[in-house]
Nanobody
Framework: QVQVLESGGGLVQAGGSLRLSCAAS????????MGWLRQRPGKEREFVAG????????HYEDSVKGRFTIYRDGGKNAVYLQMNDLEPEDTAVYYC????????????????????WGQGTQVTVSA
């Protein structure tokens, strides 16, 4: 089993910044990628950003490109999501997730199928 724990959500005004943190523990040797997804009010869960462990390749959802950055804490099973220039439309519960590289079949977008999820952290952006 893998345990995933996020932190760093909160309330921020539009144009502000937040950094989300995520640490995975347990049986993490098979980690292929880690990423962030979000669920906005009344919407389906959607991919936001992901990083592949082997080569550090990153992927982003179009609406966050240039504003959000995913990065890894050295060789640790930890990722961060630096979110700048936040917009009210970014208001959501943000989930960190771990992928073991299985074939993608879910419909939340992005290139990875995620196997373990955190509980989520609320991000609220006021206008």
């Amino acid at each position: 089993q893998v345990q995933v724990l996020e932190s760093g959500g909160g309330l921020v005004q539009a144009g502000g910044s937040l950094r989300l943190s995520c640490a995975a523990s347990g049986r993490t040797r098979s980690t292929y990628a880690m990423g962030w997804l979000r669920q906005r009010p009344g919407k389906e869960r959607e991919f936001v950003a992901g990083m592949r462990w082997g080569d550090g390749i990153t992927h982003y959802e179009d609406s966050v490109k240039g504003r959000f950055t995913i990065y890894r804490d050295g060789g640790k099973n930890a990722v961060y999501l630096q979110m700048n220039d936040l917009e009210p439309e970014d208001t959501a519960v943000y989930y960190c997730a771990v992928s073991f590289g299985r074939e993608k079949y879910s419909n939340y977008g992005g290139p990875y199928e995620y196997d373990y999820w955190g509980q989520g952290t609320q991000v609220t952006v006021s206008a």
